[in-house]
C-alpha cells in the first residue's frame, strides 16, 4: 500500500534562518507531488506542485521554494524565513493523471512551522 | 477562472439533526469534485467524490448543475463528525486550484 511521510512534525526557526521540509511517498511511481499550506481561516493554498523529476511548478510568489530530487522526494524550502512564512505545510501525492478521473489526494500529517 | 467556495466558516449543530455543508463551484465543463475531511489530530483524508455517488458515514454529495453546488448532506448528524471540511476541484496538476475555504462543523451533545 501507499504511504507518505512527512517531516519533521514541529519546527521552530528564527527569521532569517534556512528552511527544508521533507516529503517522501512509497508504494506508487511517478506520482504528481503538491506542497499546500493550510492557514488559519484561510483554507487550504497549494503551492507548488509536481509531474515528475526536476519538474515543479507554482503560480504563487512567495520565499519558498521546491524541488524533486527523486521520483518520489519533495522538498519545500526557503533560503531566508520570514515572519509570514509561519503556518502548516501539508504534502500531498496524487496518482498521476491517465485521461480517466482525476484521482485523490493523500495527505501527509503536516509540519507546523513557526517563525520567531 | 475555476473555484470553489464555502460560504461558511463554521456549522454547528446538535446531535441528530440534519447537516448540510454548501459548497459552490464555478466551472466551465464537467466539474470532478470531492469532499475531504480534518478529524482532531489526524490528516486531512478523502471523504467521497462525486464520481462514484457513494455514500461515506452517513454523508452524500450530489452535483447539481443547475445550481453549480456540490453540498454536503446528512441526515442525522453525530459527535464524531465534528471536524474541517474542505470541498475541493480536481487535482489536476495542469491547473493550479486552490481548495475551498473550509466549514467546520461541530456537532453538539
Known amino acids: 500500500s501507499q504511504t507518505i511521510h512527512q517531516w519533521p512534525a514541529t519546527l521552530v526557526q528564527p527569521v532569517g534562518s534556512p528552511l527544508s521540509l521533507e516529503c517522501t511517498v512509497e508504494?506508487?511511481?511517478?506520482?504528481?507531488l503538491y506542497w499546500y499550506r493550510q492557514a488559519a481561516g484561510r483554507g487550504l493554498q497549494l503551492l507548488f506542485y509536481s509531474v515528475g523529476i526536476g519538474q515543479i511548478s507554482s503560480e504563487v510568489p512567495q520565499n519558498l521554494s521546491a524541488s524533486r530530487p527523486q521520483d518520489r522526494q519533495f522538498i519545500l524550502s526557503s533560503k531566508k524565513l520570514l515572519l509570514s512564512d509561519s503556518g502548516f505545510y501539508l504534502c500531498?501525492?496524487?496518482?498521476?493523471?491517465?485521461?480517466?478521473?482525476?484521482?485523490?489526494?493523500?495527505f501527509g500529517n503536516g509540519t507546523r512551522l513557526t517563525v520567531t | 477562472a475555476q473555484r470553489v467556495t464555502q460560504p461558511e466558516k463554521l456549522l454547528s449543530v446538535f446531535k441528530g439533526a440534519p447537516v448540510e455543508l454548501k459548497c459552490n463551484y464555478s466551472y466551465s465543463g464537467s466539474p470532478e469534485l470531492f469532499w475531504y475531511v480534518q478529524y482532531s489530530r489526524q490528516r486531512l483524508q478523502l471523504l467521497l467524490r462525486h464520481i462514484s455517488r457513494e455514500s461515506i458515514k452517513g454523508f452524500t454529495a450530489d452535483l447539481n448543475k443547475g445550481e453549480t453546488s456540490f453540498h454536503l448532506k446528512k441526515p442525522f448528524a453525530q459527535e464524531e463528525d465534528s471536524a474541517m471540511y474542505y470541498c475541493a476541484p480536481p487535482n489536476n496538476a495542469g491547473n493550479m486550484l486552490t481548495f475551498g475555504g473550509g466549514t467546520r462543523l461541530m456537532v453538539k451533545p
Open positions: 500531498a501525492w496524487s496518482a498521476p493523471r491517465t485521461g480517466g478521473p482525476n484521482s485523490p489526494l493523500h
Open positions: 508504494g506508487t511511481s511517478n506520482p504528481n
